[in-house]
Structure formats: structure tokens, C-alpha cells
């Protein structure tokens, strides 16, 4: 198969948010993104997760596609505590095991690696050097003003490990996530580099280590010594803008229209196995689709993260409130479809496999019938006129039917 490969050193740069996540959302969070995880591992194993986790693409649109904020700093933290809630407890299960986490809980990581190499028989002091150099490199090696602050070291029963820690910038407002994945990491001074096996499904594969386009790749200690205008354009970043809500910039239309047809106009006889997701509203598809596309989908398709915001909103009503009961159907027809493929009953699990098959198809030939400002505009506010029927949440409250553009939310 052929690999594709990307930078361990990847980052991205997020606007600084504060508050808490509400329960209402956090446990469904939670709840959404074990059923992801279980998928991926029940597809394509343990080292899948691993390497999903350590790009920053990825990682982004599975905060969008769990309702938090689509560029906000929120989503690292939020993200690895509910998975880490999540996973944990199935270790025996899945072979993955996510220890540390924000402040304090950085802290304890070696600690829990210890405790969890007594449990397993891997070697924890190995796994604790590994975890506390990634964070050296990050907070001390690169010097560029972020302060780490997050640190969680995801682990698998055989070794392998990812980490996605977090710094804050006081200066800027911003913060910043770094990704690491060990799989092909030789060396934390010469080409910590990672990759993903997948099939090439034809289209351009984005492959950010590449000698010929990239240059000569300095070693993580010797980073310090660079210029940072000459590292930085080498390094594949995100860079979320302050703003809260949503622009056309920020979204692919034709991907995000294709979805939509996909939900609205789809003929299931074309593809026979949707028939298997018969029953199921508009609604519901369109976010199943963009979920099936965070576990099926190739790395390349991830360039647009804010585009998986359309699928359950945003905490703060941006791009529109969390749909808490589509949220709910579409865990319940996730989570039924892992549960019967562990028995061999896979019908359903390829249902959803092929909703991004399916929307692929209508994207090649769809062409968005109005300008981007327009089509992303309307789409937002047709969400928002009818988010009360779907049982629409924010921080502030509860959709109801929409009299004015202010009259969005009851208090709660």
C-alpha cells in the first residue's frame, strides 16, 4: 500500500477559550467519539487511531464533528478528556490507553504510564522518557513563545504512542497544539516523521516530508538553532482565526454540497447497502455522512475542517446550536453498527462506510449553484430556523422558533 506521509513537528494555532463544556454535551461527546474510535480500530486497527490523532487536520474536524467550538482552543482539551473518559475504561477492548491531560493532569502522565506498565508488561520507564522529551522539545527546543500546558500521551498494548499537547501565548490570545506519533520515529533529533498507511483513491495526496518539496529536515534539537521564517512555511499548521462564526472561506462548497445533496436528494436505490440506513431523516445523514468521513475518509480531505461543524454545530450556536437529538441518533446508529459488526453483521457498518463513497460520487460532478457567501449563508440560517426542532443547545440555552434574528435561544 502506499504510505502517506506527514510531520510529526505539524501544528496549529487556536484562539484562547475559556469556560466549561456543558454535561449536556461532554457526555455526548464522549459517547460519539468512543463509538469513532471503535470504528476505526474494528476497520483498520490500533495504529489508525494513533496516526488520525497526530494530524492536526484530523483532529480538528473531529472536535467540529463532536459540536465544539470549530476554532477554538477548547477542542484539544475537551476532545482528549471525553475520549480519555471514553476509551479508558475498554482498554482490554481496544488496546488504547490515554493517560495525562490538562494542568495537573499533564503532571501525572508518568505516573499512569508506570501504573499501566505494571498492568500490561510494557515498558513504562521507555514510555516515560518518550513522553517527557515530546514535551521538551515542544515547551524548550522550539522557541516560540507558547507555554505548554496540555500534555496527553496516547498509548496502544503493543507500544506504539501518539501525543497531542497544547501551549498558550498570554501575548497573542492564541494557543498552540502540537501532534507526534511514533511509528517511524528513529530519532527525536534527526527525522521524527510519521505516516499512515491507506489506498490511494486517486485523487492528490498530500505528503508534507517529502525531501524534494520540503528541503533538508533538521533534527528537533537543532530546530532551536533555525531562524523560525525559515522553519515555520515548512511546517504544516492551522492558524484559526478569533472570529466565531463561520465564513465560505472556511468551508470546501462543493464537499460540503455534495454532503447535503447527499442527505436531501439521495436515490438509495443507487447505492443498495444505504438501504440498510432507511428510516433515518435528512437530517441525521448529513451528519452520519461527515462522520463517516472522519473515520473512512483519506487525509487529504481534511484541509477544510470547519466543514465537520456541520454536522452537530457548536456549543457557542456557531456555525448553529448542537441538534442534541440528531446528535443522539446518529451515536445510536454508530454505536448499533460497531456492536453488530463485532458479531460479523457488517451491513451496517457499511452503510455508513459508503455515505462518504456516495457523497465523493456526487462531488465530482457538483457544482454549487449560488456564490459562497450565499450558499454557506443560507445553509447556516435554514440550520438555525429549524435547530429547535432538533432539540438545538448552546451555553446559552435552548433553541425555540425563530421570530426576529435575535430570538434564538431560551434562557436556561
Not at 477542542?75 to 490538562?102: D, Q, R, W
Not at 527525536?188 to 498530500?206: A, R, S, V, W
Not at 478569533?242 to 465564513?247: D, G, Q, T
Request: glycine share 8%; aromatic share 8%.
Amino acid at each position: 500500500m502506499p504510505k502517506l506521509y506527514f510531520d510529526s513537528s505539524r501544528y496549529a494555532d487556536l484562539p484562547l477559550h475559556y469556560g466549561k463544556v456543558p454535561p449536556w454535551l461532554y457526555e455526548r461527546m464522549g459517547r460519539l467519539g468512543g463509538a469513532i474510535v471503535e470504528a476505526i480500530v474494528l476497520e483498520y486497527g490500533k495504529p489508525a487511531v494513533l496516526a488520525r490523532l497526530s494530524d492536526p487536520m484530523w483532529f480538528q474536524a473531529l472536535g467540529c464533528v463532536l459540536g465544539m467550538d470549530w476554532h477554538s482552543s477548547g477542542i484539544t482539551t475537551s476532545v482528549m478528556g471525553a475520549l480519555k473518559h471514553a476509551i479508558n475504561p475498554k482498554f482490554k477492548e481496544l488496546g488504547i490507553y490515554i493517560c495525562g491531560g490538562k494542568g495537573k493532569y499533564s503532571r501525572q502522565t508518568p505516573a499512569e504510564l508506570i501504573a499501566l506498565g505494571e498492568r500490561t508488561g510494557l515498558n513504562a520507564n521507555e514510555l516515560v522518557y518518550s513522553s517527557k522529551l515530546s514535551a521538551k522539545v515542544d515547551n524548550t527546543a522550539i522557541q516560540d513563545g507558547f507555554q505548554i500546558y496540555l500534555h496527553s500521551f496516547v498509548v496502544s498494548d503493543t507500544g506504539e504512542w501518539a501525543v497531542i499537547q497544547q501551549g498558550m501565548n498570554d501575548a497573542n490570545g492564541m494557543a498552540r497544539r502540537y501532534h507526534w506519533h511514533s511509528a517511524q520515529l528513529q530519532s527525536f533529533t534527526e527525522e521524527p516523521h510519521t505516516f499512515i498507511y491507506g489506498k490511494n483513491p486517486g485523487e492528490q495526496i498530500l505528503n508534507l516530508t517529502d525531501k524534494a518539496a520540503t528541503g533538508t529536515k533538521t533534527s528537533m534539537l537543532e530546530m532551536m538553532k533555525e531562524d523560525a521564517s525559515r522553519m515555520l512555511p515548512e511546517i504544516r499548521k492551522i492558524v484559526m482565526p478569533s472570529r466565531h462564526h463561520v465564513k465560505a472561506e472556511d468551508v470546501n462548497l462543493k464537499r460540503l454540497g455534495s454532503i447535503l445533496a447527499l442527505a436531501n436528494e439521495r436515490q438509495p436505490q443507487d447505492f443498495e447497502s444505504l438501504l440498510m440506513l432507511e428510516g433515518l431523516g435528512p437530517r441525521t445523514i448529513q451528519s452520519l455522512a461527515l462522520v463517516s468521513e472522519v473515520i473512512y475518509g483519506t487525509p487529504s480531505r481534511f484541509s477544510d475542517p470547519a466543514r465537520f461543524s456541520f454536522a452537530h454545530g457548536g456549543k457557542d450556536g456557531h456555525p448553529f446550536p448542537v441538534p442534541t437529538k440528531v446528535y443522539d441518533e446518529t451515536i445510536e446508529t454508530l454505536r448499533t453498527s460497531v456492536e453488530k459488526a463485532k458479531i460479523g453483521d457488517m451491513d451496517k457498518q457499511q452503510a455508513i462506510k459508503n455515505l462518504t463513497l456516495a457523497a465523493q460520487l456526487i462531488e465530482k460532478d457538483f457544482i454549487p449553484n449560488s456564490s459562497r457567501d450565499v450558499a454557506i449563508n443560507k445553509v447556516i440560517e435554514q440550520e438555525r430556523d429549524n435547530s429547535w426542532k432538533y432539540g438545538g443547545r448552546t451555553v446559552f440555552g435552548k433553541a425555540k422558533p425563530r421570530t426576529n434574528q435575535l430570538d434564538l435561544f431560551n434562557e436556561s
